[in-house]
């Protein structure tokens, strides 16, 4: 009757032993590491990269205990902060010739003790949250002045190219601060400019004026216009900052929007401020412009002459000078997609580019007029440019789908398609606050978070001992191995954990001691009905998983409300109540059922239980029950 059979017993053990390796590496904790990425998007790391810093460390006198390249970047772990110290200067000096170009950011860096043939197994510790493990937080006030500039900008070649299209003539168009300035000699041609640019150009609101003998009409950004362009640039500049600080691989990093024009960035883990500001600055913006090809540019690339008038100077990756126009084609506003392929012809590496309807458009015209002309794609970051590439124009491109390909390989390919999707900043980003929570602190944190779940699963096995006997004792283990994989299932879904994390763990092993003590009530309940200890065990756990079953359903309805609507640090706390409710069930009703058979089920003459004192309705105690009570 209360008799598990093998294969029950099977999934206990396997579940027991998963539960211990991946819940093990949480207890070995972090050591001081350094972190060695890429300070330039066209700069890629690759797993060679990680012998050559172990060798650089080794030069240095410093013997790392790991070093490991983990996609983005290479991390050595060293012995204590003294030696992290040492191993970034000597690293920084080393990669970096030029410190005021650097092509490598080494940052201070936290890194698990973890065994390798756990880390081998995939068994890796929760990511901490910045209040358990310590980082950097910054607050980030977008320029909003300079994300209407930016449009009134893109807007002037909007009109520019509807008044050409119109073989409109004007005498010329500029932008006097937050508005659009253009001028005409007569004002029949300012008439129909200003009904073509009314309808084409919606966000403008256009006057006009008289200037001596010129006709000037202005064009000024609507406040709805100016709203929604404020609003959409914190929106993309959020987008581009998740997208840049997730490809230095910081893990689990919190970018959210903060009032009408301030972003939250922080950073577990990282612990050196002024290279967590590199990390930030790492945004890029996208540009097109056309190749000058002249005589003068010509000379000027072999630096033969100066560089023309309206052209500037930048390198290819592969560090030749290339003489490019400085009117803007198209920006990174107009890229939907870009995806890493193959030619369809040659079947060469090529980037797959995807263009807005704007951007559709522009470039059309722009291929249709400049065929055989080459074309950059310039990559702007931290002020200073680089030309990705400057693919030749074959023929006009239109439908909104570029091709760009030629002298690259597979991983060129990938490399730049991912640059060009990570998106241009809309505006710029200034830092007005800045805070470091040391490591120290953190430690404080997890103490008394840690300290907080034992002493409560301390006092609820006193109490459940002294009060249900070698049942309360079978509820704690079963307790105590809901603990274990909770920990164990958070860690395999590498779930960042917070104090509110914290706090959800200790509700959890007061929600999940419930369920047991709705199953020991059941069998008493049974042996004060008359029942022998068998039939009492067999009826106590079948009739109580009703009742269990509704409460933890209502119960996860209300975690998975917290999940959906909320976000924080109560997001957080959701994912761990779930989490919690689910091995609840599983721990408190089949682990704990199958060690009370292993214990009583093989006994066919059972004559009592050890299940605390039992009282019959009529007041006299059962003395199958008090025997081994």
């Known amino acids: 009757m209360n008799r598990y059979p093998l294969w029950k017993y099977a999934i206990l053990v396997v579940a027991l032993l998963v539960g211990l390796i991946y819940t ?55 012995a204590d902060t003294d030696a992290q110290i040492k191993a970034k200067d000597v690293l920084s000096k080393a990669l970096n010739s030029d410190p005021a170009d650097p092509s490598y950011i080494v940052a201070l860096n936290l890194l698990s003790r973890s065994p390798a043939w756990l880390t081998a197994m995939h068994a890796l510790p929760m990511y901490l949250g910045l209040d358990l493990r310590g980082g950097v937080h910054f607050l980030m006030q977008v320029d ?202 040659n079947h060469e590496p090529a980037v797959h580019l995807t263009l807005d309807a704007k951007g559709a458009r522009i470039f059309r015209d722009v291929t249709r007029d400049n065929v055989g002309k080459r074309m950059a794609i310039l990559l702007f970051e931290k002020g200073k440019g680089e030309v990705v590439t ?8 239109s439908g909104g789908r570029v091709q760009i390909s030629g002298r690259m390989t597979t991983t060129e390919a990938a490399d730049t398609a991912l640059l060009l999707r990570a998106g ?42 002294v009060y249900y006997g070698l049942f309360g004792l079978v509820s704690t283990l079963a307790l105590a191995f809901n603990l274990l994989l909770l920990v164990a299932v958070l860690s ?6 917070t104090l509110p994390g914290i706090a959800a763990i200790a509700l959890a092993l007061g929600m999940a001691i419930d369920a047991n003590v709705l199953i020991n009530e059941r069998v008493r309940e049974e042996l004060r009905g008359g029942a022998s200890p068998q039939m009492a065990i067999h009826n ?36 761990v109540h779930c989490l919690g409710i689910l091995t609840s069930m599983f721990s408190a009703v089949m682990f704990s059922r199958g060690l009370v058979n292993l214990w009583y089920g093989g006994r066919k003459r059972l004559k009592s239980l050890s299940i605390g004192q039992v009282w019959r309705p009529d007041g006299a105690t059962s003395a199958k029950s008090v025997a081994k009570a």
């Open 492 to 497: 395999m879904l590498q779930a960042t954990l």
């Open 390 to 397: 400057a693919p030749v124009i074959r023929s006009e491109i």
């Open 144 to 345: 909003m002045k300079a994300a209407l500039t930016k449009k009134i900008d893109s807007l002037a070649g909007d009109a520019r190219t509807l008044l050409r299209d119109k073989n409109i003539r004007h005498a010329g168009i500029a932008r006097e601060g937050d508005s659009l300035e253009l001028r005409f000699r007569d004002r029949d041609t300012l008439v129909a400019a200003q009904r073509l640019l009314t309808d084409q150009l919606g966000d403008l609101q256009w006057t006009e004026s008289a200037d001596g003998t010129d006709f000037r009409l202005r064009g000024a950004l609507k406040p709805a216009a100016a709203r929604l362009i404020q609003e959409q640039a914190v929106k993309q500049n959020i987008t581009t900052l998740h997208n840049r600080v997730n490809e230095l691989g910081v893990a689990e990093p919190v970018i959210q929007q903060q009032g009408l024009d301030r972003v939250v960035v922080q950073l577990p883990g990282v612990q050196d401020t002024a290279k967590a500001k590199d990390i930030i600055g790492r945004t890029a913006t996208l540009e097109v412009r056309m190749v000058n090809e002249s005589a003068e540019a010509r000379d000027a690339e072999r630096g033969g002459g100066p560089v023309p008038f309206g052209s500037e100077r930048y390198l290819e990756r592969s560090g030749a000078p290339i003489i490019v126009y400085r009117q803007v084609v198209l920006t990174g506003d107009n890229l939907t997609d870009a995806q890493a392929g193959f030619d369809g012809q």
């Open 540 to 575: 106590g756990y079948d009739r109580a998983f009703g009742t269990i079953l509704d409460s933890n359903i209502t119960t996860l309805i209300a975690g998975v409300a917290l999940l959906a609507f909320g976000s924080g640090p109560v997001r957080g706390f959701a994912v």
């Open 424 to 465: 241009s900043l809309a505006a710029p980003m200034e830092i007005i606050e800045e805070r470091t929570i040391g490591p120290s602190l953190g430690a404080d944190n997890i103490d008394k978070g840690f300290n907080s779940v034992v002493y409560g699963f301390a006092a609820i096995a006193l109490f459940m001992c």
């Open 24 to 78: 093990a590496p949480n207890f070995f904790g972090e050591a001081p590491a350094v972190q060695v990425s890429s300070a330039k998007a066209t700069l890629k790391l690759d797993a060679s990269f990680a012998p050559r810093v172990q060798q650089l460390l080794e030069q240095a006198g410093l013997k790392p205990d790991l070093v490991q390249f983990d996609g983005n970047s290479v991390k050595a772990r060293l």
